[in-house]
């Protein structure tokens, strides 16, 4: 899960004017948990609903962003698709990788911890080692389990 990012925790802050009372209630709201009150606790899409429940503006997610016209993120792309991270659209009759699964991955677990769209070609080569490395793994998790 993408946790919110530091410009929505600033925006949420101006919005309601400082009133860490006012915060923590939106916070507890948005979570469905009563212990949950620091914006520290939000995914990046519960941030952006309270910034437009407050009449603000959402972010971009920029965990979530690619260049479909750079083969190496086209590349990213079809590697999630392998590894399982996609989802199904049932209006376009489709499957799609799930960019939200790959961005709280990038904030967490990836060798570089920076949106694929900031990524160095470096950097995205170490993404795409990783990536395959995960592959490998289920490949050999499955094959032992036929066995």
Known sequence: ???????QKKIIAILTHGD???KAELVM??????LKCSTNDLTFYQAN???????????????TRFDANKASHRN??????????????PEQQ???ADM?????????????KKPLIDMQPHEVSKTIFALQQMQKKDIK???????
């Open 76 to 89: 990213v792309l079809s590697l999630l698709m392998q590894n399982g991270w996609q989802f199904y659209h």
């Open 100 to 112: 939200n699964a790959f961005g709280g991955w990038l904030q967490t677990k990836a060798p570089v």
């Open 49 to 63: 609903q309270i910034i437009q429940q407050l009449g603000g503006t959402p972010v971009p997610n920029k965990w």
């Open 94 to 96: 489709r499957y799609y």
């Open 29 to 34: 709201h948005q979570t469905g948990d009563s």
């Open 1 to 7: 899960m993408i946790q919110a990012d530091a410009q």
């Open 141 to 147: 998790k499955t094959s032992m389990r036929q066995h």
């Open 20 to 22: 860490k009372e006012l």
